[in-house]
């Protein structure tokens, strides 16, 4: 087993282990990117793929170019994991991608069935990623301004509270 999936393996669903460390060797040699990656959907160990998500959401946030050359197993493989937290992790991520106007409309679509995810988390940040792809397509907007608004009214309170303030920017930005 590769050293950096060695440490994601360390603990349990409740830890996210040696997460930072894996992040921080990342991030001085960018070439490891992509062990940690396909972890997140090739590795049999859930604490691992949870860690591994993890790990490439937080690696993102200050790389997002770590991301692009990966766009097709993102949107396919990753996507498939039915793991809540890959899912959340991967909702964090899709909107860092720069993405054709079909592949939005696909990832659109793959955040509109994680709406039925049993996880409250999964639909809270699949509310936000949907957010985040109707700004970057107006055609998108008044779908995603539909949905928030459903989820706003019967969500967990996590939901609401997150749907209230996305409709609030998604409005002032549309103009409604």
Same mark, same amino acid.
Request: charged share 25%.
């Given at each position: 087993?590769?050293?950096?999936?060695?440490?994601?393996?360390?603990?349990?669903?409740?830890?996210?282990?040696?997460?930072?460390?894996?992040?921080?060797?990342?991030?001085?040699?960018?070439?490891?990117?992509?062990?940690?990656?396909?972890?997140?959907?090739?590795?049999?160990?859930?604490?691992?793929?949870?860690?591994?998500?993890?790990?490439?959401?937080?690696?993102?946030?200050?790389?997002?170019?770590?991301?692009?050359?990966?766009?097709?197993?993102?949107?396919?493989?990753?996507?498939?994991?039915?793991?809540?937290?890959? +899912?959340?992790?991967?909702?964090? =991520?899709?909107?860092? /991608? &720069? $993405?054709? #106007?079909?592949?939005?409309?696909?990832?659109?679509?793959?955040?509109?069935?994680?709406?039925?995810?049993?996880?409250?988390?999964?639909?809270?940040?699949?509310?936000?990623?949907?957010?985040?792809?109707? +700004?970057?397509?107006?055609?998108? =907007?008044?779908?995603? /301004? &539909? $949905?928030? #608004?459903?989820?706003?009214?019967?969500?967990?309170?996590?939901?609401?509270?997150?749907?209230?303030?996305?409709?609030?920017?998604?409005?002032?930005?549309?103009?409604?």
């Amino acid at each position: 087993m590769n050293d950096l999936l060695a440490q994601l393996a360390i603990g349990d669903r409740r830890t996210t282990g040696k997460s930072a460390q894996v992040a921080q060797a990342i991030l001085r040699n960018p070439k490891l990117f992509d062990v940690v990656f396909d972890a997140m959907w090739q590795s049999e160990d859930v604490g691992v793929r949870m860690r591994a998500s993890n790990v490439c959401e937080t690696v993102t946030r200050t790389r997002p170019d770590l991301l692009q050359p990966r766009k097709s197993d993102l949107l396919k493989h990753v996507a498939a994991v039915t793991q809540q937290e890959v +899912r959340w992790h991967w909702c964090q =991520m899709l909107p860092r /991608l &720069a $993405l054709t #106007r079909p592949e939005r409309r696909r990832a659109f679509a793959l955040l509109t069935g994680f709406m039925e995810d049993k996880s409250s988390i999964v639909r809270t940040f699949a509310m936000q990623a949907m957010a985040d792809l109707a +700004r970057q397509d107006e055609q998108l =907007m008044p779908q995603t /301004l &539909a $949905l928030i #608004r459903e989820f706003t009214g019967n969500g967990t309170p996590a939901m609401r509270s997150r749907g209230r303030k996305l409709l609030q920017e998604l409005q002032a930005a549309d103009g409604n």
